[in-house]
C-alpha cells in the first residue's frame, strides 16, 4: 500500500475547496429549507439530520468511490483512503481514552463558554433561523421526534463520523503531507470550519480535535479517528436523548 510520501498533493487551493465542498452543497439545500421549518416550528435539527443522511454522506463518499472507479475500474476505497496502518491493540486504548478524555474536557469545560462568546461578538450577525434547534418534544410530534433521534443515531453517532474521517483524515490530510507538521493543524482548522451549521463552535472544535488528528498523522491509522469520533459522537446523542427523556412531561 502506498504510503503518504507517494500520495499525490493537493494545491492549497484545491484543498480548502475540497474541504468545504460537501458543506457548501449541504449549505445550499439547508438554507431554504431552514426557513420552511422556521416558519412551521419543525427543529432546525430535523432538516439537519435529513440532509446528512442524503446529501453530506452520499457526497463525501459518493466522491471518494468515484475516485475509486476513476482508478481502478472498479468502486473502490484502495489507493484513495490511506493512513490505515495497524497499531498495537493497546494504543487504541490509550490514545484512545486520553483523546476522548480530552475532548469532553474541552467541550464541558470551556466550550459552551467559548461558542457563546464568538456568538455573541463574531457571530452576531448569522439569523436564528439558521442556528440548529431541536425544539420541544411535545411540540414536535411522535413522528419529527422519532425520525429525529433514529437519524441522529445512524448519522450523527455512526455513519456521519466514520464518513467524514475517511474522507477528511484518510483522503485529505495524506495530501497535505508536503506541509509536514503543519499539514494535521491546517486539515483541522478546514475541518472546523466546514461545519456552516456551527460556526460559533469552530475555535472549541480545533482545539478540542487537534491531538486526535495528530495522533491519527503521526500513527497514519485511520482508525482510532473513527473509534473516538464515532463513541463521542453517540456518548453525546445519548446524554442529549436521556435528557429530552427527563424533561418530557409524563
Request: contains cysteine; aromatic residues 18%; glycine residues 6%.
Amino acid at each position: 500500500m502506498n504510503n503518504d510520501v507517494d500520495t499525490e498533493q493537493h494545491s492549497l487551493l484545491k484543498s480548502i475547496l475540497l474541504h468545504f465542498m460537501p458543506a457548501i452543497i449541504w449549505l445550499i439545500c439547508y438554507i431554504p429549507l431552514a426557513r420552511i421549518s422556521s416558519r412551521t416550528n419543525i427543529p432546525t435539527m430535523f432538516v439537519m439530520y435529513l440532509l446528512v443522511a442524503v446529501v453530506l454522506v452520499p457526497t463525501e463518499l459518493g466522491y471518494l468511490y468515484s475516485l475509486g472507479k476513476r482508478r481502478s475500474g472498479r468502486f473502490t476505497l484502495e489507493g484513495i483512503v490511506f493512513f490505515r496502518e495497524s497499531i498495537p491493540w493497546w494504543q487504541y486504548v490509550v490514545f484512545g481514552l486520553i483523546i476522548a478524555i480530552w475532548i469532553v474536557l474541552v467541550f464541558f469545560g470551556i466550550g459552551e463558554q467559548l461558542a457563546k462568546l464568538f456568538k455573541a461578538h463574531i457571530f452576531f450577525w448569522v439569523p436564528d433561523w439558521f442556528l440548529l434547534n431541536r425544539g420541544v418534544p411535545e411540540q414536535n410530534g411522535p413522528f419529527v421526534e422519532t425520525t429525529m433521534w433514529v437519524f441522529g443515531l445512524i448519522f450523527i453517532g455512526l455513519i456521519g463520523p466514520l464518513t467524514e474521517e475517511l474522507y477528511f483524515r484518510g483522503y485529505l490530510l495524506p495530501r497535505l503531507s508536503r506541509f509536514r507538521i503543519w499539514a494535521p493543524l491546517l486539515n483541522v482548522v478546514l475541518f472546523s470550519a466546514y461545519h456552516f451549521w456551527q460556526p460559533h463552535y469552530c475555535v472549541v472544535t480545533v482545539i478540542a480535535m487537534l491531538p486526535l488528528v495528530y495522533c491519527v498523522w503521526w500513527k497514519k491509522n485511520i482508525y482510532l479517528g473513527v473509534g473516538v469520533h464515532c463513541f463521542l459522537n453517540t456518548l453525546g446523542w445519548l446524554i442529549e436523548f436521556i435528557q429530552r427523556l427527563g424533561s418530557s412531561p409524563n
